[in-house]
């Protein structure tokens, strides 16, 4: 079992910034990614970014590329989501998740834990 909990949240405008954190317990060792989604309001979920524990390699969606960067402290088991030029049209909640198995990074279904998400809202 993986436990994670999202954190760094909250409002900001348009152009702004945020760090998202998320913090993984339990069983760690055994997943090979951490990835990041969010879900807007009548929407389905979206893939962010991915990272893997070993190499971190890293996935990007192109929404986000060249303004969302992912990365990772092994030594505290906690993944980043930096979050620069934000757009109105980032705003969701986004969650975190860990993957076990390698591949198959975009799929959200890929995924076997979840963290509880945290609310990113942008204004314009």
């Known amino acids: 079992q993986v436990q994670l909990v999202e954190s760094g949240g909250g409002l900001v405008q348009a152009g702004g910034s945020l760090r998202l954190s998320c913090a993984a317990s339990?069983?760690?060792?055994?997943?090979?990614?951490m990835g990041w989604f969010r879900q807007a309001p009548g929407k389905e979920r979206e893939f962010v970014g991915a990272?893997?524990?070993?190499?971190?390699?890293?996935y990007n969606a192109d929404s986000v590329k060249g303004r969302f960067t992912i990365s990772r402290d092994n030594a505290k088991n906690t993944v980043y989501l930096q979050m620069n030029s934000l757009k109105p049209e980032d705003t969701a909640v986004y969650y975190c998740?860990?993957?076990?198995?390698?591949?198959?990074?975009?799929?959200?279904?890929?995924?076997?834990?979840w963290g509880q998400g945290t609310q990113v809202t942008v204004s314009s």
């Open positions: 990272i893997r524990w070993t190499n971190e390699v890293t």
């Open positions: 339990g069983s760690t060792s055994s997943s090979d990614a």
């Open positions: 998740a860990a993957k076990i198995f390698r591949g198959n990074y975009y799929r959200d279904s890929e995924y076997d834990y």
